[in-house]
């Protein structure tokens, strides 16, 4: 059973339709979730983490929420430089360390 | 502002054949990570370190992979006897680590391994 699971696999948006891409996670004694954006071909870029559930976090069009099994990911507004594969990921105690586990990715795409 | 880099970013090897990967982390931080990431998958965690001590090693990490960070600094990942199998992108991380467990990871461009 995967222990991290982002939805949609993929999702197609217009420039400036707004939507939320979701992670859900099973682990327990969750001790971060994290949020990265990868362009094609490059590393994942660090976006937010988050530590406790109620906690939100802001950047440009971006809006990152925990809840104690999931977080979302708000994207208002998107333009087309977005579009990228979203990752979610989890640090959490009895996983490995400090590793993180990842989901397998949003691929999300804004057509201008 | 220098982040994390790698080297090389891609390489072509035959099977069988040794590789070997660098990493330079960003200057201050005192732990580094390395990952592998195939096609449509998240990256998965193959080991870290805090400082030049090798702390854990995930079971993905089989006896022909081997990882140093000598005094603490850059680290290498040496793959003996390739296989097809180990076709992936090769990704370092690296983070500073408090008393707070503040442990945000900044990851560097990759190496991408194809083996022939």
């Known amino acids: 059973e995967d222990q991290v699971t982002q939805s949609p696999e993929a999702l197609r948006l217009q420039e400036g339709e707004s939507s939320s891409l979701n992670c859900s996670y099973t682990?327990?004694?969750?001790?971060?979730l994290f949020w990265y954006r990868q362009d094609p071909g490059k590393g994942p870029e660090f976006l937010f983490t988050l530590y406790s559930a109620g906690e939100e976090k802001e950047k440009e069009r971006l809006k990152a929420t925990l809840t104690k099994k999931e977080s979302f990911l708000h994207i208002t507004a998107p333009k087309p430089e977005d579009s990228a594969t979203y990752l979610c990921?989890?640090?959490?105690?009895?996983?490995?360390?400090?590793?993180?586990?990842f989901g397998k990715g949003t691929h999300l795409i804004i057509q201008p | 502002d220098t982040g994390v880099s790698q080297d090389p970013r891609h390489k072509i090897t035959k099977r069988g054949q040794n590789v070997t990967f660098r990493c330079d982390p960003i200057s201050e931080h005192n732990r580094l990570y390395w990952y592998r990431q195939t096609l449509g998958q998240g990256p998965e965690f193959l080991t870290y370190f805090q400082n030049e001590a090798q702390l854990e090693k995930s079971r993905l990490l089989s006896d022909r992979f081997s990882a140093e960070r000598p005094k603490g600094s850059f680290s290498t990942l040496e793959i003996q006897r390739t296989e097809q199998g180990d076709s992936a992108m090769y990704l370092c991380?690296?983070?500073?680590?408090?008393?707070?467990?503040?442990?945000?990871?900044?990851f560097g461009p990759g190496t991408r391994l194809t083996v022939l």
């Open positions: 991380a690296s983070s500073f680590m408090t008393g707070r467990g503040y442990n945000e990871q900044f």
């Open positions: 990921a989890v640090m959490y105690s009895g996983g490995g360390a400090d590793g993180l586990t």
């Open positions: 682990v327990s004694g969750l001790r971060g």
